[in-house]
């Protein structure tokens, strides 16, 4: 089974910040990697999808990079609305896996 | 408007079963592939299940394999999640998602999700 790990477990940012999530894949996973963001007791809303694909109506200060076994997730511009956890998962290999989550904080 | 909406859980004795459904609206059902996932209390997303459209193909996570089983109903909308020999480690919010079509399978929308708490 493919392992995904993320970095940092938590991140202390404040308004306006540049900040980047790490995502490293157990074994090669192409590009197929999405990132989500969840907020307290809601349902996880889709933010990339295909390691750099911007969903739509999702803000362009989010981006994502990455190949392969290493990929990262940006927020550029840090807005109060993005204080949340943020997941990324592998949808190459079943069973489709999961990062244990990077939750970002106000500084 | 896609909706996903999961109803089934509550309260069960460790070892006892349950079935989620999830009712669905605002797309054309039959032709998307779904995905349940959990989330343990204050923990992580954790990937369960994934049944094609037309119900043909199904897969499952370590943790829930042999012991859980998907299904889908086209006629009548609706996903479900057969869960039997259940343990404490199951108690979580089981969300229901939908697939996105085409060559990618990445979720693209989620329920609001159904909690399972497994006590005695």
């Known amino acids: 089974d493919i392992q995904m790990t993320q970095s940092p477990s938590t991140l202390s940012a404040s308004l306006g910040d540049r900040v980047t999530i790490s995502c490293r894949a157990s074994?090669?996973?192409?590009?197929?990697l999405a990132w989500y963001q969840q907020k307290p007791r809601k349902a996880p809303k889709l933010l990339i999808y295909?390691?750099?694909t911007l969903e739509s109506g999702v803000p362009s200060r989010f981006s994502g990079s990455g190949s392969g076994t290493e990929f990262t997730l940006t927020i550029s511009g840090l807005q109060p609305d993005d204080f949340a956890t943020y997941y990324c998962q592998q949808y190459n290999t079943y069973p489709y896996s999961f990062g244990q989550g990077t939750k970002l904080e106000l500084k | 408007e896609v909706q996903l909406v999961e109803s089934g859980g509550g309260l069960v004795q460790p070892g006892g079963s349950l079935r989620l459904s999830c009712a669905a609206s605002?797309?054309?059902?039959?032709?998307?592939?779904l995905n349940w996932v959990r989330q343990a209390p204050g923990k992580g997303l954790e990937w369960l299940s994934y049944i094609s459209y037309g119900g043909g193909a199904t897969h499952y996570g370590d943790s829930v394999k042999g012991r859980f089983t998907i299904s889908r109903d086209d006629a009548k909308n609706s996903l479900f999640l057969q869960m039997n020999s259940l343990r404490a480690a199951d108690t979580a919010v089981y969300f229901c998602?939908?697939?996105?079509?085409?060559?990618?399978?990445?979720?693209?929308?989620w329920g609001q999700g159904m909690l399972v708490t497994v006590s005695s």
């Open positions: 998602a939908r697939v996105v079509r085409g060559s990618g399978s990445y979720i693209d929308y």
């Open positions: 605002g797309f054309t059902f039959s032709t998307y592939s």
């Open positions: 074994q090669s996973i192409t590009s197929r």
């Open positions: 295909e390691a750099s």
